[in-house]
């Protein structure tokens, strides 16, 4: 009777209310998965020999920022663990998959906006989890241009951007939580290795520089663009000429974006001027007329069917 008011907080029932409105599921299945999802956890009683989950590591973070490669780097390192090899939601991933491992790895960048109802869920459980938030240099996201037919076109939203910067703010001070640049993943990969391996509390069998070499058939590689090693030209690519109008834009767009750079370690504070994106190259030039209506008409086209 004492557990009662534990799991009227912290239950299954008591927080899959705030994730509903994350994933719209028809009522018949949520319900079906409400009743079902106990008989997945029946591992963490530890009975009939089975292996109580102990830590979650759950990856997330803004949309082209290396997720699915932290993700391939962390799976190969830890192949005993309860591995996806595919997005898989951090609640689903707890509350609705097969598991007898110590330790799940679950994938999904959307989860970035969404992790208060996995720590209701997770307080009060032995289960540790553990957030691991990916982030790349705006600038770069938003020069990233995709196929799309016979053309190509941006694929960086900025109001998409915005929604994710704002969840950061409220994220990454948690202590459950932990920031990895991508530019430092592909850039000094052994360093921050150590760094995951030292938060996660796990050793990797595969150093993340050595990922590419194991054949993992089970894994989506379509968003990797094949495998190879971690590649530092991939960085700061937006300083490129070809992309001088695309800035601009950006520029005017999202205003608050100096102030982010610099937040995010992308800048150093300028001397009480405002930011002057010359120094790499740019002028953001505020008598476009237009900018802001080009950015908001090319954007998001990665979140359309081509």
Known sequence: MILLPKLAKTGYFAVKHKVDQFDKWPAWQRVRRGFQAPVYRIADTGLFGLTPLQTHILICGFPGSG???????????????????????????????????????SKQPRDLLR?????????????????????????????????????????GCPQLWKTYYDALLRERDQPDTLVVRFEDLIGQTHSEQMRIEAFVGHRMAVPFAQTHEVPREDFDHSTLRGLRPPDPTRIARWKQPAHRQRINEVMQWLPELPEALIGMGYEAPSSGLAFQPQAQGFQADHADGGGAAGVHAGCCVSHTTC
């Not at 898989?88 to 998959?97: E, H, I, L, M, V």
């Not at 989890?129 to 600038?139: A, F, G, H, N, S």
């Not at 996201?141 to 053309?151: A, I, K, P, Y």
């Open 67 to 105: 997720t699915t490669l932290l993700q391939l780097m962390i799976e190969n390192g830890l192949p005993h663990a309860r591995r996806f090899g595919r997005e898989r939601s951090g609640w689903k991933a707890a509350t609705y998959s097969r598991r007898n491992h110590s330790v799940l790895i």
């Open 115 to 155: 992790l208060q109802p996995l720590r209701d869920f997770y307080r009060g459980r032995p289960a540790r989890l553990k957030v691991i938030v990916m982030i790349r240099d705006p600038r770069d996201l938003m020069t990233v241009r995709r196929e799309c037919g016979q053309t190509s076109a941006y694929s």
